[in-house]
């Protein structure tokens, strides 16, 4: 029978971070997570990735200073072995580290800077290490990281995050009836849109400006927040902008999170390093003061159960919804259903892979960077099950053990659903194929009315194999760049302020699609 929860941690790396008495704290916490597991129905298990006696049965330990590649091989092998329900990764990227995916939309041309994504994507899924994101893009695990503070020297935030984890209960659906939702003046149609998708109305989304900090308590206290702003690495702020101007005002801090933030919120943040895990001591936010944590941190501190969002810049339109607008909307629409927040993250993956005949650059780095934050066994909103479920008949017949079997149904069809659409969905190749006549006529208008340097040169993909491989030929082009801001507009020279992605697909020669896309 398949584990119920894996938790993973590295003794080597949390000892030398938190000393021999932090460590016991550490364990100490993992045993009452442990207890409390045991009492909502399921058996969780921790793994000492770094212990040889542990690991033996499984292929070996993890070296003292685990590589990314070591810590995806070990995940690898449990997963064979045990087949867990659930894979919490225990610490930050400083204890275990996240795996440092290539960028397919990186530029060299003052475009998006990321070189690399650090993500946790590769964890979720069957394929070998690669640092390649074509290779995973069809997730089949349901994996969540509980993190500590980068920099810390002692552990009371992990154990803080672990004894609320033990703590967690499902509440009744109306106890995520209310919402809070922040946006940039810039993007409210796609905003509002995203809003309305998921709670039926906008009618609790703030746009900033005109409006500013400080939220009010009542406002903060909702269960659910949706953040569609402006980030910047290393920063305990998101930002807001008026349509048109370089201007970038404070719409949400860490520090005004403490003592607001309702026990169970489930957050999905848009925004550029929305999920971004950092040494306090490098943020220089701009209203002065330092040691602030990031706000994914901050909300996860003060009481949330999970939270969604980004290590590094998201796309997503200024109008209409795609990239970041959908995979957040999957994931809170999911936790909705009453899915752990593990399984919505999983299922936005799928879903947000499936949808498409082919992902394009932008498409593999959103599936990439986005990852959760928090226990991926947590079940915020109960699951509301048919009546019979309450029958006693029922209740004989399976004697608290339907949870379990019927997670493992559900496990057993995500596998399979993860499974096709890495067989099914094409790879993108570097290609040297330039645009048609088409494409380049649109181009030059696009790069002109959306502000970019009109001698930005596009680089190309073909799109290879998939289940249905196309006799024809089709290459996907991508071009981004930074509109000219004013440096003064902008004192913190976010990387992501003006950026803008061109994609363009053609097919032999004929142009099927474009879209333009922000950085977020």
Known sequence: MAEDKLILMHRAALQRKYGEKGLAKVDAALKRLVKADARRGFDSRVIHLDDAATMKPWGGAVSAEPTPKEIKQAVDRLYAALSPHYLLLLGGPDVLPLVPLRNPAFSTANGDPDKLVPSDLPYACDAAYSTDPGRFQGPTRVVGRLPDLPGAREPSALTLLIDASARSISRPRNDYAQAFGIS?????????????????????LHLVPPQALPWKPADLAARLHFINCHGAKDMPEFYGQPPGVS?????????????????????????????????????????????????????????????????????????????????????????LAGASTGRAMLEARQR??????????????????????????????????????????????????????????????????????????????????????????????????????????????????????????????????RRALNPTEHPLNSPAAGLVALVLTEQDGELLHVRRLHGR
Not at 187 to 203: P, Y
Not at 276 to 294: K, T
Not at 437 to 462: H, I, K, N, Q, Y
């Open 184 to 204: 940039a003046q810039a993007w409210e149609a796609s905003s509002r849109l995203s809003m309305k998708t998921l709670f039926g109305s906008a009618s609790a």
């Open 247 to 335: 201007e970038f005002p404070v719409a949400h801090r860490a520090r005004r999170l403490k003592g607001r933030i309702s026990a169970g919120t489930v957050v999905a943040a848009e925004c550029c390093y929305g999920a971004q895990l950092y040494d306090p001591a490098l943020a220089v936010p701009s209203g002065g003061g330092v040691d602030e944590p990031g706000i994914a941190l901050a909300y996860l501190l003060d009481g949330a159960s999970a939270v969604f969002g980004s290590t590094t810049i998201a796309y997503g339109p200024s109008e209409g919804n795609g990239m970041a607008d959908l995979i957040c909307q999957y994931f809170l629409l999911q936790v």
């Open 352 to 481: 947000f892979a499936g949808a498409r005949t082919h992902l394009d650059p932008c498409d593999l780095k959103t599936l990439a960077q986005f990852c959760l934050l928090g226990d991926p066994s947590l079940h915020p909103v109960a699951f509301e099950g048919h009546a019979l479920n309450r029958t006693k008949a029922f209740k004989k017949a399976f004697a608290g053990t339907q949870d379990r079997t019927v997670r493992g149904l559900r496990r057993e069809k995500l596998a399979r659903d993860g499974q096709l659409l890495g067989k099914a969905l094409p790879k993108l190749v570097n290609s040297e194929t330039a645009p048609g006549e088409a494409a380049t006529t649109t181009l030059r208008a696009m790069l002109r009315e959306s502000g970019l340097d009109p001698s930005l040169a596009p680089v190309s993909f073909e799109v290879r194999g998939g289940l249905q491989a196309q006799a024809s030929k089709r290459v996907v082009h991508l071009v981004n760049g």
